[in-house]
Structure formats: C-alpha cells, structure tokens
C-alpha cells in the first residue's frame, strides 16, 4: 500500500471554506492552518477526529556506557514496568487527552515481563555507535516493521489521530548523531543536555556525537547522501527506527501523524527521507528545549501547536495538542457559513 499525497486542490478548497466562515478571516490564526490541513488529509470539509494512540517505542543504547546520560542505562527496563501499570506521564496525558497508550518493546536489554507490553524485541540494546554500528540492515528493517505493525494495531483498536513516544536511555546522543547526518549539521548544533547532564556529561555526549559521525561517515562517504535505512543502521536506535516505522504505516493510512519531541522527530526525518509523502501527514504536537528539536522542525517545515518547554518525551507533547487539533476539526466542521447564518460579510 502506497501513501497517497495530501491534495493541494483540497487545500485550496478547504481554505476557501474557512474564509467563509463567521469570524474575519484569519482571526483563529493557526488554529485555522490546522483545520484546513486536517481537512484535506479527510478530504472533507466537515473533519472530524475521535479517539487518539500513542506508540511508545522503547530499547536500550550501547552508547549510554559513554556517560552521555544522567541517569543509569537500568532505568529503560524500570519505566517500560512504570509505562505498563499506568504510572508514567504519558499515562496521565493520555487520559487526559483521549488517548490510548500502546508500549512497544524493540530492543529493552533486560528481559520485561510486563502486561499489556507489546514484545518484539530485535536484539537487547543498540550497538555503541562511537565504537561499532548500532544495529545491522537487517535488524534496522526489523525494527521499522515492528513500528508498522504496532500503527496498525492502533489503528484497528479505533484511533483516528496517531502520535509516536519514546524511551530509551542514551536515546538523544543517537538523535543527535542520526540529525546531524541527516541535516548535514555539525554535532554541537543538534546536540543538547538530554535528560540534564552537567558539563563534563554534556562533553562527553558532544564527542561520542562527533566521533560516531566520523565513524559513520568512513563507512557511508557523504552521510546526506546515505541510504535511510543505512544511516539507522550506523547511527540511530532501535526505538527510532521504530517511531519510523509507526509514521510510515500511519502516512499510508491516510490519518493525522503527530511528532514529539527530538528522539522522535529523528524518526520522522527518517520516515520521510524514505517516503516524501509522509510529511503532509505531520503535525508537530510541541517544540521541545533540545536544540536539534528545533532544526528538526525546521526542515521538516512544521511549525510546533505548543511550546511549553518541555524534554520529557514518551509522547507527551504530542499527546497534549490532541485537543487542540480536535478544536480545530471541529471549527473547521461544525462553524456556520455568512450565508447558512444570516450574519453580514466584510464590507468593500
């Protein structure tokens, strides 16, 4: 199945609604961008968004053993426990939000039994990219498929609205890698403090990023010019091929994507380096304080609904502008024109 492009014809068709609407146009500001998008991704004038999931893809990093994160690399297994009996902050947005929460296991280096956890573990942990490649081709595609298929689960299950989570120590010194490859950015631009890191962490974080470039780069040649996939392989996580995967399945669903913050987005990069079409498909729920998150959203030409200074992940800036993109389905849908409301346009 192919991901169908979003119509610019259903833009323009959408937008000329919206102008007709009782209010002077352009008065709900980018709340009316979202409708317009939202409506053309339905192609329908009258969109309409239900229940919402989030896939919180989760594994290990090799590279945590290079001191890049705050916290112990334990820590993944414990939350993957914390996500499945409702403890999470992700937990609380979700009910709050209207959303289900679904765990993905791809890559947890300790065993987890816990329920509801959907296993499908490729290899315990990534590779440590300064030293070796974070996973093979092969595991990279398993990865990704295991994505695809935790979507369409969600999607069965009634979600109309579909963001991806993460969690994974060590998770930002790959994004960091994987965004400067593929942005063609020097590692001190796109790498930040992750989960609070002092300046001897955030040191070694900066050279783990840059050496796992260099390594990359002997390997590849011209890392921008790199197979996505390839470029996973060398320098990504498993939970980010993942999240690649989840926006892949998502996009040829024909329903509303919705980025997180920066481990995620490298996602998302990665998913439309690989399939173009899944950009018309993207909202970007928050902008988080991570200074690659920035650059991010930027190529990818997504200007963020919230920005709340938040880095926490796990989906939960995306699952916090849910209600903000049902506001603007519903503006979009349920508002009465001038004329079916008997209200005088502008003037001259």
Same mark, same amino acid.
């Given at each position: 199945?192919?991901?169908?492009?979003?119509?610019?014809?259903?833009?323009?068709?959408?937008?000329?609604?919206?102008?007709?609407?009782?209010?002077?146009?352009?008065?709900?500001?980018?709340?009316?961008?979202?409708?317009?998008?939202?409506?053309?991704?339905?192609?329908?004038?009258?969109?309409?968004?239900?229940?919402?999931?989030?896939?919180?893809?989760?594994?290990?990093?090799?590279?945590?053993?290079?001191?890049?994160?705050?916290?112990?690399?334990?820590?993944?297994?414990?939350?993957?426990?914390?996500?499945?009996?409702?403890?999470?902050?992700?937990?609380?947005?979700?009910?709050?939000?209207?959303?289900?929460?679904?765990?993905?296991?791809?890559?947890?280096?300790?065993?987890?039994?816990?329920?509801?956890?959907?296993?499908?573990?490729?290899?315990?942990?990534?590779?440590?990219?300064?030293?070796?490649?974070?996973?093979?081709?092969?595991?990279?595609?398993?990865?990704?498929?295991?994505?695809?298929?935790?979507?369409?689960?969600?999607?069965?299950?009634?979600?109309?609205?579909?963001?991806?989570?993460?969690?994974?120590?060590?998770?930002?010194?790959?994004?960091?890698?994987?965004?400067?490859?593929?942005?063609?950015?020097?590692?001190?631009?796109?790498?930040?403090? !992750?989960?609070?890191?002092? %300046?001897? /962490?955030? #040191? @070694?974080? =900066? +050279? &783990?990023?840059?050496?796992?470039?260099?390594?990359?780069?002997?390997?590849?040649?011209?890392?921008?010019?790199?197979?996505p996939l390839a470029l996973l392989a060398e320098l990504g996580g498993l939970e980010i091929a993942a999240v690649a995967g989840v926006f892949l399945a998502g996009a040829e669903a024909g329903v509303p994507l919705v980025t997180d913050g920066f481990?995620?987005?490298?996602?998302?990069?990665?998913?439309?380096?690989?399939?173009?079409?899944?950009?018309?498909?993207?909202?970007? !729920?928050?902008?988080?304080? %991570?200074? /690659?998150? #920035? @650059?991010? =959203? +930027? &190529?990818?030409?997504?200007?963020?609904?919230?920005?709340?200074?938040?880095?926490?992940?796990?989906?939960?800036?995306?699952?916090?502008?849910?209600?903000?993109?049902?506001?603007?389905?519903?503006?979009?849908?349920?508002?009465?024109?001038?004329?079916?409301?008997?209200?005088?346009?502008?003037?001259?």
């Amino acid at each position: 199945m192919g991901i169908r492009a979003v119509s610019q014809e259903w833009i323009k068709r959408a937008q000329a609604h919206h102008d007709q609407l009782t209010k002077p146009q352009g008065s709900l500001g980018f709340l009316e961008t979202l409708g317009v998008r939202l409506a053309a991704i339905q192609q329908t004038l009258k969109p309409s968004l239900g229940p919402g999931a989030v896939v919180v893809c989760v594994a290990d990093h090799g590279v945590a053993a290079e001191g890049v994160s705050a916290y112990p690399a334990r820590v993944t297994a414990q939350m993957v426990q914390n996500f499945a009996r409702g403890g999470a902050a992700i937990n609380q947005m979700a009910r709050a939000c209207g959303a289900e929460v679904l765990v993905l296991d791809v890559g947890v280096a300790e065993e987890v039994e816990a329920p509801g956890v959907l296993r499908r573990r490729v290899r315990p942990g990534s590779g440590n990219i300064v030293r070796e490649p974070a996973m093979t081709r092969t595991e990279a595609q398993a990865a990704l498929e295991a994505g695809r298929e935790a979507a369409r689960m969600a999607l069965q299950a009634g979600a109309t609205l579909l963001a991806a989570g993460d969690m994974g120590i060590g998770n930002t010194t790959a994004a960091s890698a994987l965004t400067a490859a593929l942005l063609g950015l020097p590692a001190e631009a796109v790498t930040g403090r !992750g989960t609070g890191v002092d %300046e001897a /962490g955030y #040191a @070694r974080k =900066l +050279e &783990a990023v840059r050496t796992a470039l260099a390594r990359a780069q002997a390997r590849l040649g011209d890392l921008q010019r790199a197979e996505p996939l390839a470029l996973l392989a060398e320098l990504g996580g498993l939970e980010i091929a993942a999240v690649a995967g989840v926006f892949l399945a998502g996009a040829e669903a024909g329903v509303p994507l919705v980025t997180d913050g920066f481990p995620v987005t490298a996602g998302a990069l990665v998913a439309c380096r690989m399939e173009p079409g899944v950009q018309g498909y993207l909202f970007a !729920g928050h902008r988080s304080v %991570e200074p /690659g998150h #920035a @650059r991010q =959203l +930027e &190529a990818l030409g997504l200007r963020p609904i919230l920005e709340l200074d938040m880095r926490l992940g796990e989906g939960t800036g995306a699952v916090l502008s849910f209600p903000i993109l049902r506001a603007a389905a519903q503006v979009m849908a349920g508002m009465a024109t001038f004329a079916e409301a008997g209200v005088s346009g502008r003037e001259g």
